[in-house]
C-alpha cells in the first residue's frame, strides 16, 4: 500500500558534519510535505516544508530536497550540532483537499561531540 | 497563548473501560487532529477534522470516537479500552493544511496505559 517512510531508521554524526535523513514516499498525488523534529518525551515540532512544485527550500541550517521523479525527500542539517540530536519525521498530505498530514516512522539522528 | 493543551498527561485504564481524552487550542484553527506513537514508532493519524462539526477517519480509527462542536475542542473517547491501545496520543491543530504552511502545533502528549 502506499506509504511514507525512511530509509535508515538512525543516522550518528559528529558535532558539525551536515547531516543528510532521506524519505521514500510512494503516493504520486501528494503535493506538500513537512519535515518535523521530536525531542524525547515532547511532542513534533515543524522544521521546514516543501510543495511539489518546488525541487528545493532552505531554512536556518536546513535545506528540502524533493525530487518527484523518483518520490525521494531529504532534509539536510548543516553543521550539526548536538541539540540536533533528535527523531526526525517526514510528512505528506493525503484526503480531502490534502488535510491529512501521514508521518514516516522516523529516523534517529545522534550527535556526539 | 496555552498553545495546543491536552489532559490528561498521564492515564491507566483497566481493559473494557471507558475514557475521553481532552483537547483545547486557542489559536482559532480550523484543524485539529489526534495521531497515536507507540514506543519507537512513528505517528499514526486516528482522526481529523477541518471545522466544526466534521470529522474523518485517519489510518487508524478503529476503537476510538471523536466529536467536534466547537472550533477549540476536540475530544478522542476511547470505548471499551484494549491493551493494543497503549500508547502516547498527540493532539495538534494548524490553520490550514493548504495556506502557505501547513504548519501543526502539537500538544505535550497524553500517555496512556491499558493493563
Redesign the interface.
Known sequence: GESVGLHLPTLSVQEGDNSIINCAYSNSASD?F?W?KQES??????II?IRSNMDKRQGQRVTVLLNKTVKHLSLQIAATQPGDSAVY?CAE?R????????????TTLSVSS | NAGVTQTPKFRILKIGQSMTLQCAQDMNHN?M?W?RQDPG?????IY?S?GAGIT?K??VPNGYNVSRSTTEDFPLRLELAAPSQTSVY?C?SSYS??AN????F????SRLTVL
Open positions: 506538500y513537512i518535523y518525551g515532547k511532542g513534533p515540532q515543524f516544508d519525521f498530505t484526503g480531502q483537499a490534502g488535510t491529512a498530514l501521514i508521518f514516516g516512522k522516523g | 484543524y487532529y495521531y514508532m512513528g505517528l499514526k493519524l481529523y477541518v474523518d485517519g489510518e498527540f495538534a493544511m493548504t504552511t501547513g504548519e501543526l502539537f500538544g505535550e502528549g
